[in-house]
């Protein structure tokens, strides 16, 4: 008896190898030239690099529909704030929920409609840091959230520096230009 292939396996084995070899080579040149993966970052604007800055997108799909909906003044405004629990603090002695509305629909450029049923809902709050429990030099963090029916589209969360109404001001205008920087790179 004789040991070995008989010659049918062998071609067999042969062209399965080279068909192998064939789709390997060609999902290779598929993903090499023709497939774009590389996905373009979203540029830091300015604002972001002064102060610590993060950005979480939930639906870049919706954004530019939340975008239209504030552009239009459907929107509404809801803020709050969270003074420092272990120190003295002087954050509603500085500022305003009125105030900090107003920086943001100057932001917007225009004041939101009345009555409505469906809107972007910009929901923002100013934690004022415990500097001695945490050591951190910046004052506070502003958290801005756009909802749309209750789910979260786009999150800002920047530190505040300063408690000045021009600080914050200032963070105001940096997130609502992130915003409107996500929803370009959306339209891409």
């Known amino acids: 008896m004789r040991r070995g292939a008989r010659d049918s396996q062998v071609i067999n084995n042969f062209f399965s190898f080279a068909t192998i070899v064939i789709i390997s080579i060609v999902l290779i040149l598929y993903k090499t030239f023709i497939l774009k993966d590389e996905p373009t970052k979203i ?18 799909e919706i954004l530019e529909k939340s975008f239209n909906a504030l552009t239009k003044g ?6 709050g704030m969270i003074e420092s629990s272990l120190e003295n603090s002087n954050l509603k ?75 914050i001001k200032n963070r105001v205008d940096c997130t609502m230009k992130v915003f409107k920087n996500y929803v370009e790179y959306s339209r891409r």
């Open 74 to 79: 459907y929107y509404k405004l809801d803020g």
């Open 93 to 167: 002695k500085s500022i305003s929920l009125d105030e900090i509305d107003g920086f943001f629909i100057e932001s917007i450029g225009h004041n939101p409609k009345k009555d409505l049923k469906t809107f972007l809902k910009i929901n923002y709050e100013i934690v004022e840091f415990d500097k001695k429990e945490s050591g951190n030099l910046d004052y506070g963090v502003l958290m801005t959230s756009f909802r749309i029916n209750s789910n979260e589209v786009f999150r800002v969360n920047t530190n505040i520096k300063f408690m000045y109404s021009n600080g």
């Open 43 to 60: 540029e830091k604007l300015q604002c972001q690099k002064e102060s610590h800055t993060t950005v979480f997108v939930n639906n870049l």
